[in-house]
């Protein structure tokens, strides 16, 4: 089955209320939807354990992990297992490889260049992830029960 357009996947339309001066602000946006929605999707997010959300670390836990994080910037692809070298954010990968990162780093697998058009993406959200392991996907990210 064809992943559904980007069109059809932001169809619908969300109402809420907010004070003044948020409304305000909003309407002062070049893009006052995709602003909403970066702002929800990222509520969905992790906090870091080391800034505890704040987006800054203490010199001294920088200096400390700086070194952890070089060495341990590697992980076996899913499927082949071949070292794969992670960026420290999607807009650091090349523009090519950025779709098969976004999906790892928001919590899918992992694949190699190689590896990642071979391996099907899903339906309704388009990470690759094996057929054997659909099941399992669809409880993990497209399940709303807690």
């Known amino acids: 089955m064809a992943r559904k357009d980007a069109k ?3 169809s619908q339309i969300v ?11 909003l309407d002062n946006l070049p893009n006052k ?11 969905f997010r ?5 800034c505890t959300g704040s987006g800054v670390v203490p ?3 920088h200096d400390h992990y700086k070194h952890v994080l070089v060495e341990h910037d590697t992980r076996p692809c899913e499927k082949c297992k071949a070292a794969v070298t992670i960026p420290m954010s999607a807009d650091a990968a090349p523009p090519a490889d950025r779709r098969r990162f976004e999906q790892f780093l928001d ?7 190689k590896c990642y058009p071979t391996v099907g993406p ?16 669809f ?8």
Do not use: N
């Open 8 to 10: 059809a996947q932001k």
């Open 15 to 25: 109402a809420f209320k907010v004070e003044e001066e948020l409304a305000k602000f």
């Open 33 to 43: 939807s995709e602003f909403i929605r970066k702002a929800i999707l990222a509520q």
């Open 46 to 50: 992790m906090t870091c354990p080391l």
């Open 59 to 61: 010199r001294g836990i």
């Open 107 to 113: 919590g899918g697998p992992l694949y190699c260049a």
């Open 122 to 137: 899903c339906d309704d959200c388009g990470w690759h992830v094996p057929h054997e392991k659909m099941v399992e996907h």
């Open 139 to 146: 409880k993990k990210v497209h399940s709303h029960s807690g």
